[in-house]
């Protein structure tokens, strides 16, 4: 679909202070009129709108404010959103900064700072990693900026959000932290600080699923399946089996069996499963659990857990 346009009639009581899209976008009066384009399937865009009221507004007011997505003078959707004016003291100010938990060498990484409770004049200070992090876009254009170190000046009353793009350096090493932080004062004395951590991962989670029967009956015959996926050399899988429970036969042969613990070792990777064929025995309870534990960990260090229930019949 293409010559979309986003258009928000500001309520008047509001006051347009600053317009940041990475669209092109125009004012007229109170009338913002961003131009979209194509809109195709993929990451959703992001365009704000700073505003302020009159000091002389009454507290309790209500203002809605309404904003469409239009194409060819044809609404294709619309949202809402209602304002209650509150009394000028300020509350506890608050930040939040959010990125991935875990990234990639080469791929993108978005830092979102949200704020609220200010007053007027809310200065935001982001640092950004000082190693392994290349910004390439930001929403809204900051004040200042010193190397790694971001300032915006006279933010959006009350609350407000500023957005970082940019991309994981591709040499990074793994395990490496991005650490990030920001802070945000305001003209009433409010401060605080929020931080975030991105580690990074440049080989593929460990992962593992271990299924048996959901019920058992002693002196029978039982067969619970490993399977994990992921691993890279020098992997080792531990099997956990509870008191009663005694091994017939496992496919692969287990590397070593010390009482109820089986390990294998050297498995086949990425991907893989073990074979366990069980026999529960007359020291199980009838109406007890059957709880089978397993863990699988290789050269990377990561680590992956599974368990599987069941339910001993009389």
């Given at each position: 679909?293409?010559?979309?346009?986003?258009?928000?009639?500001v309520?008047?009581?509001?006051?347009?202070?600053r317009?940041?899209?990475?669209?092109?976008?125009?004012?007229?009066?109170?009338?913002v009129?961003i131009?979209?384009?194509?809109?195709?399937?993929g990451p959703?865009?992001?365009?704000?709108?700073?505003?302020?009221?009159?000091?002389?507004?009454?507290?309790g007011?209500?203002?809605r404010?309404?904003?469409?997505?239009?194409?060819?003078?044809?609404?294709?959707?619309?949202?809402?959103?209602?304002?209650?004016?509150?009394?000028?003291q300020?509350?506890?100010?608050?930040?939040?900064?959010?990125?991935?938990?875990?990234?990639r060498?080469?791929?993108?990484?978005?830092y979102?700072?949200?704020?609220?409770?200010?007053?007027?004049n809310?200065?935001?200070?982001?640092?950004?990693?000082?190693?392994?992090f290349?910004p390439?876009?930001?929403?809204?254009?900051?004040s200042?900026?010193?190397?790694?170190?971001?300032?915006?000046?006279?933010?959006?009353?009350?609350?407000?959000?500023?957005?970082?793009?940019?991309?994981?350096?591709?040499?990074v090493?793994d395990?490496?932290?991005?650490?990030?932080?920001?802070?945000?004062?305001d003209?009433a004395g409010?401060?605080?600080?929020?931080?975030?951590?991105s580690?990074?991962?440049?080989?593929?989670?460990?992962?593992?699923?271990?299924?048996?029967?959901?019920?058992?009956?002693?002196?029978s015959?039982?067969?619970?399946?490993a399977?994990?996926s992921g691993a890279?050399?020098n992997?080792?899988?531990?099997?956990?089996?509870?008191?009663?429970?005694?091994?017939?036969?496992?496919?692969?042969?287990?590397?070593?069996?010390e009482?109820?613990?089986?390990?294998?070792?050297f498995?086949?990777?990425?991907?893989?499963?073990v074979?366990?064929?069980l026999?529960a025995?007359a020291?199980?309870?009838?109406?007890?659990?059957?709880v089978l534990?397993a863990?699988?960990?290789?050269?990377?260090?990561?680590?992956a857990?599974?368990t599987?229930?069941?339910?001993?019949?009389?």
């Amino acid at each position: 679909m293409g010559n979309v346009v986003l258009e928000d009639d500001v309520p008047e009581p509001f006051e347009i202070v600053r317009v940041s899209s990475e669209s092109p976008h125009s004012v007229e009066g109170q009338r913002v009129r961003i131009s979209i384009g194509a809109l195709d399937k993929g990451p959703a865009g992001l365009a704000t709108i700073d505003v302020a009221l009159p000091e002389n507004l009454s507290p309790g007011v209500s203002i809605r404010n309404v904003a469409r997505l239009a194409a060819e003078d044809q609404t294709i959707a619309e949202a809402a959103d209602l304002v209650v004016v509150r009394s000028a003291q300020a509350g506890r100010i608050a930040c939040a900064l959010r990125a991935q938990v875990y990234a990639r060498p080469g791929t993108p990484l978005r830092y979102a700072v949200r704020y609220k409770n200010g007053t007027g004049n809310n200065t935001l200070t982001v640092s950004l990693p000082e190693v392994g992090f290349a910004p390439s876009g930001f929403v809204p254009v900051p004040s200042l900026t010193a190397a790694n170190v971001l300032e915006y000046a006279q933010l959006a009353r009350t609350a407000g959000m500023v957005r970082v793009d940019g991309n994981v350096a591709p040499d990074v090493a793994d395990g490496t932290v991005l650490y990030a932080w920001a802070a945000i004062k305001d003209d009433a004395g409010n401060a605080n600080i929020c931080e975030h951590r991105s580690e990074v991962r440049t080989k593929e989670r460990l992962a593992l699923f271990l299924k048996g029967p959901a019920k058992w009956r002693r002196s029978s015959t039982y067969t619970a399946v490993a399977r994990y996926s992921g691993a890279l050399p020098n992997n080792e899988l531990t099997v956990v089996l509870p008191d009663g429970v005694e091994v017939i036969a496992t496919q692969p042969a287990a590397t070593r069996q010390e009482g109820n613990v089986l390990k294998f070792q050297f498995l086949q990777v990425p991907a893989g499963l073990v074979k366990l064929k069980l026999r529960a025995t007359a020291l199980l309870n009838p109406g007890g659990q059957v709880v089978l534990y397993a863990t699988v960990t290789d050269e990377s260090g990561f680590v992956a857990t599974s368990t599987t229930t069941a339910t001993l019949l009389p």
